[in-house]
């Protein structure tokens, strides 16, 4: 067995502190040093997790610390910067959703990771979430005939408080709205259970809150097998809800906080209405190697590092959602539907 992979993380507030907990847990990494502007964060980062090395600067991380891995874990907007230095110091990439917020530096970072030859990672726990892969199995056997409309909605509540205490929040540069930093998650697992995205019309507002960015949008999605669908998001709601819903010709699937529920047609069926009955999925039948969560995760990129594979998420699908929400967001401004294509050709 190789030895463990020296692990950097570089941002040391928030989720930071979520992936520490991971490297924790998973075996083959060993959680060596941090990085993060501010000295006080890295100090107080590095006394939380037992981390025996503090750095402000990321390359300095991986060449005195001699880091093997790390997880990008600051603002958004500080993704490409950050990942290409990470990759130029030669380490491999696990970076925090979205991968950037602008396709230019998405091209940046995945071009520097190539350059240097390490892996790129994308965070997209939901691809991990057996609910989540017990549906996409279902869309591609079959299960509920062919997929005609997809929808997700989420709608959660955050307060002015939560875009002022910290000055990048709901920045076009550094953060994106309600779709860039909230709805990825959503987005991206749709689409991935779906199987792409062709094209995406789009409506954005800031309708409750103080910011550059939409608190609230909806976008039309045309999906490359034929399908349509919607994407509902919005910050500024209280007592809503995170769904999603695929019907197919033969039935209909729903995904929730409490799983999965598949509902599929007996064959009875009358001019107006078609008899269906519920099924409870054994969800032990779609469980992902690795596990779930940011632990699943972490263990995930490691073990693709260590064994020279692909992880879940490698940079060609990691940018996916970005190119959708960049799709929605150019449509929003332009009132026309707008292409992946389109976005991926600037």
Not at 59 to 78: F, I, L, Y
Not at 143 to 156: F, N, Q, S, Y
Not at 307 to 334: C, F, H, K, N
């Amino acid at each position: 067995m190789a030895d463990p992979l020296r692990y950097g993380i570089v941002g040391c507030a928030g989720i930071g502190n979520t992936h520490a907990e991971a490297v924790a847990a998973v075996d083959g990494a060993d959680l060596v040093a941090c990085a993060d502007l501010d000295p006080d964060a890295a100090a107080a980062f590095a006394d939380d997790h037992d981390v025996a090395h503090t750095f402000a600067d990321p390359a300095a991380m991986v060449d005195k610390a001699d880091v093997d891995a790390a997880s990008v874990c600051t603002p958004s907007g500080t993704h490409a910067d950050v990942t290409s230095d990470l990759a130029e110091a030669g380490a491999h990439v696990l970076c925090e959703k979205p991968l950037d917020v602008t396709a230019e530096r998405v091209d940046r970072m995945v071009a520097a990771c190539e350059a240097a030859g390490v892996t790129l990672a994308g965070v997209f726990q939901r691809r991990f979430d057996p609910a989540v892969r017990r549906a996409k199995r279902a869309v591609e056997e079959g299960e509920i005939g062919r997929p005609v409309l997809a929808d997700t909605h989420l709608k959660w509540f955050r307060p002015q408080a939560y875009y002022d205490s910290a000055g990048w929040r709901g920045t076009r540069e550094m953060d994106g709205g309600a779709f860039m930093n909230q709805g990825i998650h959503s987005l991206d697992a749709l689409q991935w259970v779906m199987g792409g995205v062709e094209s995406v019309r789009a409506e954005t507002g800031t309708l409750a809150r103080e910011l550059e960015c939409e608190d609230t949008g909806a976008m039309v999605l045309r999906f490359e097998k034929g399908a349509i669908g919607t994407v509902a998001v919005t910050m500024a709601t209280k007592g809503g809800t995170d769904r999603t819903e695929i019907n197919g010709t033969e039935g209909s699937l729903a995904l929730a906080d409490d799983g999965i529920e598949v509902r599929v047609g007996t064959g009875e069926e009358t001019l107006w209405s078609a008899e269906t009955e519920s099924r409870a999925p054994a969800l032990g039948s779609a469980p992902h190697p690795a596990g779930a969560g940011h632990e699943g995760v972490v263990r995930d990129f490691v073990d693709a590092v260590r064994e020279g594979r692909e992880p879940e998420a490698p940079a060609r699908e990691a940018r996916v959602a970005v190119d959708i929400v960049l799709a929605a967001y150019r449509s929003a401004e332009t009132g026309e539907r707008v292409t992946l294509d389109a976005v991926r050709g600037d």
